[in-house]
């Protein structure tokens, strides 16, 4: 499939915490990050989430904690690839979604490592590149040129919205829409 569907899609945030964001000093990571989840809400996608090392790093940023939709699950971690820690692919594979929706920081160390395993293990993944970053841009972009070559694709928020709603006739529409005025 070349677009997004809701109904197979399934959401892994990682490592959007505290020491992270204020290392970057990008709110736009966490804004972005915020119109995803809250879409995902609306529109009955799950969501997991990483957090890498928090006792080090501080937790999931509390704009985006409000954000997730109830029952969202939070993993925590210290390899940089997620799908190390036990369990984490049966906790995925548990979900049965397809399609991977992928971000957060850095973009060139535990987003590009967890994206391209989860290629390796058959899932169809897209990583949003507006909700990544890493410290400095040549990182940054390294990161998505090597997901890329990996075969990840490249989508940005609104892409990734307007696929899921697929027309305007959908029920939740309105409110969707209103997540990027």
């Not at 997730?68 to 369990?87: C, H, Q």
């Not at 395993?117 to 998505?144: H, M, N, P, T």
Request: glycine share 4%; charged share 20%; with cysteine.
């Amino acid at each position: 499939m070349n677009t997004l569907s809701a109904e197979n899609s399934l959401v892994l945030i990682i490592d959007i915490q505290e020491k992270l964001v204020a290392a970057l000093n990008k709110d736009i990571i966490v804004k972005n990050a915020v119109k995803i989840a809250s879409a995902a809400n609306l529109l009955n996608i799950p969501v997991l989430l990483t957090e890498q090392y928090p006792k080090g790093l501080g937790h999931t940023v509390l704009e985006l904690m409000q954000a997730l939709p109830d029952g969202s699950d939070i993993v925590e971690k210290t390899y940089f690839n997620a799908l190390l820690e036990d369990g984490f692919l049966d906790k995925i594979r548990s979900y049965r979604k397809q399609q991977i929706i992928i971000f957060g920081i850095e973009t060139h160390i535990c987003v590009h490592q967890t994206a391209s395993a989860l290629i390796e293990a058959g899932f169809e993944v897209y990583v949003i590149k507006d909700a990544c970053a890493s410290r400095a841009k040549y990182e940054f972009k390294q990161g998505i040129d090597a997901m890329v070559a990996n075969g990840v694709k490249v989508s940005c928020v609104e892409i990734a919205l307007f696929e899921w709603l697929k027309g305007a006739t959908n029920p939740k529409f309105k409110e969707v829409q209103a997540l990027i005025k």
